[in-house]
T-cell receptor, first 115, second 120 residues
Framework: AQSVTQLDSQVPVFEEAPVELRCNYSSSVSVYLFWYVQYPNQGLQLLLKYLSGSTLVKGINGFEAEFNKSQTSFHLRKPSVHISDTAEYFCAVSDRGNAGNMLTFGGGTRLMVKP | AAGVIQSPRHLIKEKRETATLKCYPIPRHDTVYWYQQGPGQDPQFLISFYEKMQSDKGSIPDRFSAQQFSDYHSELNMSSLELGDSALYFC???????????????????FGPGTRLTVL
């Protein structure tokens, strides 16, 4: 079984400032890692994913994340945020070896970008 | 590009009624997942199907059932609805990237817009 912890439930930040949304996971097996974004009253949109290879992955909208196996972390970063980045961000993991490949989500982090 | 389609987008039911939610995966995607997201909560996995067979089961109540049809669309049937069933229900689909025949997906899940179910 896996679990995902997003350490900050809310992150307020000013426009054009950098931001980091933290994600730690716990699993007894190797996992795939994902970040999804959810805008108000909308579905989940994939931002980026780590399946294998380079530990630094780049996604859409200028976001990137780094997989750190020793720290079991997958923190999301953006060097300069925009008002339009205001949304809920979910970190998720799935078991590499599980045929069903269900996603386990963290509790979400609400990014609030202020002008 | 085509996305996951869910219908209806909004549904209002009364307690003890039944509801059916439909999901149409992205073309050529053969794996479908259902998730429930309560107000202010993270999505919780309910059930998944691969090639029309149930492949994994999460915290799905016995009052709920689901299936995947020959055209790969899926339906989530919910009976004896309770107030606590009010939530956003997401469907996601995925496709195995170059996997062998008979192997369910290990790749990305693409989510639909969700069905908002309100039980009064």
């Amino acid at each position: 079984a896996q679990s995902v912890t997003q350490l900050d439930s809310q992150v307020p930040v000013f426009e054009e400032a950098p931001v980091e949304l933290r994600c730690n996971y716990s699993s007894s097996v190797s996992v795939y890692l994902f970040w999804y974004v959810q805008y108000p009253n909308q579905g989940l949109q994939l931002l980026l994913k780590y399946l294998s290879g380079s530990t630094l992955v780049k996604g859409i909208n200028g976001f990137e994340a780094e997989f750190n196996k020793s720290q079991t972390s997958f923190h999301l970063r953006k060097p300069s945020v925009h008002i339009s980045d205001t949304a809920e961000y979910f970190c998720a993991v799935s078991d590499r070896g599980n045929a069903g490949n269900m996603l386990t989500f963290g509790g979400g982090t609400r990014l609030m970008v202020k002008p | 590009a085509a996305g996951v389609i869910q219908s209806p987008r909004h549904l209002i039911k009364e307690k003890r009624e039944t509801a059916t939610l439909k999901c149409y995966p992205i073309p050529r995607h053969d794996t479908v997942y259902w998730y429930q997201q309560g107000p202010g909560q993270d999505p919780q996995f309910l059930i998944s199907f691969y090639e029309k067979m149930q492949s994994d089961k999460g915290s799905i109540p016995d009052r709920f059932s689901a299936q995947q049809f020959s055209d790969y669309h899926s339906e989530l049937n919910m009976s004896s609805l309770e107030l606590g069933d009010s939530a956003l229900y997401f469907c996601a689909s995925s496709h195995p990237p170059g996997q062998g025949v008979g192997q369910p997906s290990t790749d990305t899940q693409y989510f639909g817009p969700g069905t908002r179910l309100t039980v009064l």
